[in-house]
T-cell receptor
Framework: GAVVSQHPSRVICKSGTSVKIECRSL??????MFWYRQFPKQSLMLMAT?????????EQGVEKDKFLINHASLTLSTLTVTSAHPEDSSFYIC???????????FGPGTRLLVL | KQEVTQIPAALSVPEGENLVLNCSFT??????LQWFRQDPGKGLTSLLL?????REQTSGRLNASLDKSSGRSTLYIAASQPGDSATYLC????????????FGEGTQLTVNP
């Protein structure tokens, strides 16, 4: 099946710094990518949807200036958490879908801990 | 607004038992429904995808059913194994292939050897 990778898998940073998370589709062209956040014992909450070459569409309550999303190519999307604070600590998961597919493929997730 | 509910939140069974996980959704006009597995600290693995026109899908020991009119889906796991221990998430998609997935909160399954 299709593979989606994320890097890094785990990151610890100091409050106030910025963190970039990469999401890559390894064997297909991801025309649409999704970024989710998951807090412990909770389900996935969609943060934003991005189409290659377009600005991301953010969900209500998600600050676009804090969570910068770039989807510059058909195989790469990045999420940058700017000026991270402890409350941003969470599990971030990306997902990708091609132009035809009905199934979304999910990355392995990135655990962010902000001290 | 679509809401997805999964019951039970947690389930612990002995190895070999057959079990059923439940998923309900409030808006029956779904495009498709998908069951995922999530291991601790990991991403999601797609298990089964059921289109709105389908009643069920099977893959190995897994069988997922869909009753759109009542807003319900079940995931049946036959002859459970310790390796089946994980969180199982149900997600529905409204309005076509380009629309978002709405997730339930999952059922945490533990299969005891």
């Amino acid at each position: 099946g299709a593979v989606v990778s994320q890097h890094p898998s785990r990151v610890i940073c100091k409050s106030g710094t910025s963190v970039k998370i990469e999401c890559r589709s390894l064997d297909f062209q991801a025309t649409t990518m999704f970024w989710y956040r998951q807090f412990p014992k909770q389900s996935l909450m969609l943060m934003a949807t991005s189409n290659e070459g377009s600005k991301a569409t953010y969900e209500q309550g998600v600050e676009k200036d804090k969570f910068l999303i770039n989807h510059a190519s058909l195989t790469l999307s990045t999420l940058t958490v700017t000026s991270a604070h402890p409350e941003d600590s969470s599990f971030y998961i990306c997902s990708a879908r091609d132009a035809v597919g009905e199934t979304q493929y999910f990355g392995p997730g990135t655990r962010l801990l902000v001290l | 607004k679509q809401e997805v509910t999964q019951i039970p939140a947690a389930l612990s069974v002995p190895e070999g038992e057959n079990l059923v996980l439940n998923c309900s959704f409030t808006d029956s006009a779904i495009y498709n429904l998908q069951w995922f597995r999530q291991d601790p600290g990991k991403g999601l693995t797609s298990l089964l995808l059921i289109q709105s026109s389908q009643r069920e899908q099977t893959s190995g020991r897994l069988n997922a059913s869909l009753d759109k009119s009542s807003g319900r889906s079940t995931l049946y796991i036959a002859a459970s194994q310790p390796g089946d221990s994980a969180t199982y998430l149900c997600a529905v998609r409204l309005g076509g292939s380009g629309s978002r997935l709405t997730f339930g909160e999952g059922t945490q399954l533990t299969v005891n050897p």
